[in-house]
T-cell receptor, first 112, second 117 residues
Framework: GQNIDQPTEMTATEGAIVQINCTYQTSGFNGLFWYQQHAGEAPTFLSYNVLDGLEEKGRFSSFLSRSKGYSYLLLKELQMKDSASYLCAVRDGTSGTYKYIFGTGTRLKVLA | GAVVSQHPSWVICKSGTSVKIECRSLDFQATTMFWYRQFPKQSLMLMATSNEGSKATYEQGVEKDKFLINHASLTLSTLTVTSAHPEDSSFYIC?????????????FGEGSWLTVV
């Protein structure tokens, strides 16, 4: 089976840097994804890692360590609009076709 | 990114009736689509994987006779909630990817809020 863990809530200050961690256990790992979801809306894609290391996309970066089953999403120069839930998702290929399993999500609150 | 459209955005139905939600990939062909449901302040729970031209694969605990999934074409999958009950009220959201290549991500529809009264 799969198990994906994230902190439930985090709070940070506008302009700061925040790191959201995600640990996972899966038998058919084939990539880790981060999505942002504002309340009542659909998730939007942020980043994707399949190999170990850091992927940088503007203010957002994502890191993956497959041996440790660990990823983090780094948000720099926080803005108020970054207040949202951040979902870690693992793509699992054990069933022969890919499926995407989501973690519980981390609700980030950015304070002025 | 690719565009996935979901309809309706909001639906209210009476207990015991059925409601259909459509998911369309607008600018690409999706051999696989995924259906999720989400309760307030919770994460996305995968219900089933919809494969074009074949039966959907349901996750454990999801009743296939209650949540009927049809993926008749490469751009359309439908989820029908049959004999709806108030506890079926939730946010239902579909997603689709551009093929099965490992380099591709999935994109989400806008989601459908279902309220059963």
């Amino acid at each position: 089976g799969q198990n994906i863990d994230q902190p439930t809530e985090m709070t940070a200050t506008e302009g700061a840097i925040v790191q959201i961690n995600c640990t996972y256990q899966t038998s058919g790992f084939n990539g880790l994804f981060w999505y942002q979801q504002h309340a009542g809306e659909a998730p939007t894609f942020l980043s994707y890692n399949v190999l170990d290391g850091l992927e940088e996309k503007g203010r957002f970066s994502s890191f993956l360590s497959r041996s440790k089953g660990y990823s983090y999403l780094l948000l720099k120069e926080l803005q108020m609009k970054d207040s949202a839930s951040y979902l870690c998702a693992v793509r699992d290929g054990t069933s022969g076709t890919y499926k995407y399993i989501f973690g519980t999500g981390t609700r980030l609150k950015v304070l002025a | 990114g690719a565009v996935v459209s979901q309809h309706p955005s909001w639906v209210i139905c009476k207990s015991g009736t059925s409601v259909k939600i459509e998911c369309r990939s607008l600018d690409f062909q999706a051999t696989t689509m995924f259906w999720y449901r989400q309760f307030p302040k919770q994460s996305l729970m995968l219900m089933a994987t919809s494969n074009e031209g074949s039966k959907a694969t349901y996750e454990q605990g999801v009743e296939k006779d209650k949540f009927l999934i049809n993926h008749a074409s490469l751009t359309l999958s439908t989820l029908t909630v049959t004999s709806a009950h108030p506890e079926d009220s939730s946010f239902y959201i579909c997603s689709a990817g551009e093929g099965s290549s490992s380099g591709n991500t999935i994109y989400f529809g806008e989601g459908s809020w279902l309220t059963v009264v």
